[in-house]
T-cell receptor, first 109, second 115 residues
Framework: GQNIDQPTEMTATEGAIVQINCTYQ??????LFWYQQHAGEAPTFLSY??LDGLEEKGRFSSFLSRSKGYSYLLLKELQMKDSASYLC??????????WGAGTKLIIKP | DAMVIQNPRYQVTQFGKPVTLSCSQT?????MYWYQQKSSQAPKLLFH???????NEADTPDNFQSRRPNTSFCFLDIRSPGLGDAAMYLC??????????????FGAGSRLTVL
């Protein structure tokens, strides 16, 4: 079966750096996405990786290793507004999105 | 601003009373999706349209139906809601289904409560 694994919850301190990991086993690979979802709201797009390496976008970076079936989302200079769930999703060989259950990130002052 | 709009944002219904949720988009995207999301769970795809081509997920219950009368609008009908159908229903769009990044743009969601 197809599977996306992420930690259920993480806690970090305002101003610090946090890394959220995602491992996947899917039927083929056609890109990996990270979405941010605040409680009770819709997911919003953060990043897309289809080739190995690091994609940087402001305070957020995303890394992909296709050979290891692994990605991480790196958040720098954490702010209280970064408290949210972070969803990892992989597009498989049928171009279907397989979603992880999300990692709830709690930021403490 | 181009966007995806869902109505209503909150819907309370009684057990077995039909419900219709709507979604409209100004992005002119040809793919529209309906997802069900329960608390702390991954979004679950119910169905999607590639233009007017309807694609039903194999495990979507018959209790859920959908209509897409034109490019801009899509509806989710729940014929006889049960307690297990209480969830957030998310509508999303993307520009094409089978190539490129095809980032999904989500609406704000419709939260369904079943009494």
């Amino acid at each position: 079966g197809q599977n996306i694994d992420q930690p259920t919850e993480m806690t970090a301190t305002e101003g610090a750096i946090v890394q959220i990991n995602c491992t996947y086993q899917t039927s083929g690979f056609n890109g990996l996405f990270w979405y941010q979802q605040h409680a009770g709201e819709a997911p919003t797009f953060l990043s897309y990786n289809v080739l190995d390496g690091l994609e940087e976008k402001g305070r957020f970076s995303s890394f992909l290793s296709r050979s290891k079936g692994y990605s991480y989302l790196l958040l720098k200079e954490l702010q209280m507004k970064d408290s949210a769930s972070y969803l990892c999703a992989v597009r498989d060989s049928n171009y279907q999105l397989i979603w992880g259950a999300g990692t709830k990130l709690i930021i403490k002052p | 601003d181009a966007m995806v709009i869902q109505n209503p944002r909150y819907q309370v219904t009684q057990f077995g009373k039909p419900v219709t949720l709507s979604c409209s988009q100004t992005l002119n995207h040809n793919v529209m999706y309906w997802y069900q999301q329960k608390s702390s769970q991954a979004p679950k795809l119910l169905f999607h349209y590639y233009d007017k081509d309807f694609n039903n997920e194999a495990d979507t219950p018959d209790n859920f139906q959908s209509r897409r009368p034109n490019t801009s609008f899509c509806f989710l009908d729940i014929r006889s809601p049960g307690l297990g159908d209480a969830a957030m229903y998310l509508c999303a769009t993307s520009s094409t289904g089978y190539s490129g990044a095809n980032v999904l743009t989500f609406g704000a969601g419709s939260r369904l409560t079943v009494l």
